[in-house]
C-alpha cells in the first residue's frame, strides 16, 4: 500500500524559503512519478514540480521556474521541494502526490497520479 506523508510546510514571510519534505513507502520506486500539486482556495489546482524516481528527470511549472528545487534521495525514500523567494500567491496546501509511469512518457499525466497525501499548508505573507 503507498503511504505519504509531507511535512515541512507553515508560515513564511514573503522573500523567505522552505522545503517540504514527503516521506513515500510501498511501491517500486522507480516506477513511479513523483509530484508536488497545490490548490488554494478558489483556484485550480497545480502540478507544481514532479521527478521521475527512475532518473533525475523534473518538471517544473512556469509559475515557481528558478524559485523550485525538486529532489530525492532513494536511500531514505524521500522526496523533497525547496522554494525560495516565496510569494504570497505562493500560498496553498501542497499536497505530495505519487503515480505509476503507464505510459512511459514524463512529465506524468494526470491521470496516472493515483495517490496523494494529506498535504502541508503554506503560507506566505507578505
Known amino acids: 500500500q503507498i503511504q505519504l506523508a509531507e511535512s515541512g510546510g507553515g508560515s513564511v514571510q514573503a522573500g523567505g524559503s522552505l522545503r517540504l519534505s514527503c516521506r513515500t513507502s510501498?511501491?517500486?520506486?522507480?516506477?513511479?512519478?513523483l509530484a508536488w500539486f497545490r490548490q488554494a482556495p478558489g483556484k485550480e489546482r497545480e502540478e507544481v514540480a514532479s521527478?521521475?524516481?527512475?532518473?533525475?528527470?523534473?518538471y517544473y511549472a512556469d509559475s515557481v521556474k528558478g524559485r523550485a528545487t525538486i529532489s530525492q534521495d532513494n536511500l531514505k525514500r524521500t522526496m523533497y521541494l525547496e522554494m525560495n523567494s516565496l510569494k504570497p500567491e505562493d500560498t496553498a496546501m501542497y499536497y505530495c502526490?505519487?503515480?505509476?509511469?503507464?505510459?512511459?512518457?514524463?512529465?506524468?499525466?494526470?491521470?496516472?497520479?493515483?495517490?496523494w497525501g494529506q498535504g502541508t499548508q503554506v503560507t506566505v505573507s507578505s
Open positions: 521527478i521521475y524516481t527512475a532518473g533525475d528527470t523534473t
Open positions: 502526490v505519487a503515480g505509476e509511469r503507464i505510459r512511459g512518457l514524463f512529465p506524468c499525466s494526470p491521470d496516472e497520479y493515483t495517490h
Open positions: 510501498g511501491y517500486t520506486y522507480t516506477r513511479y512519478c
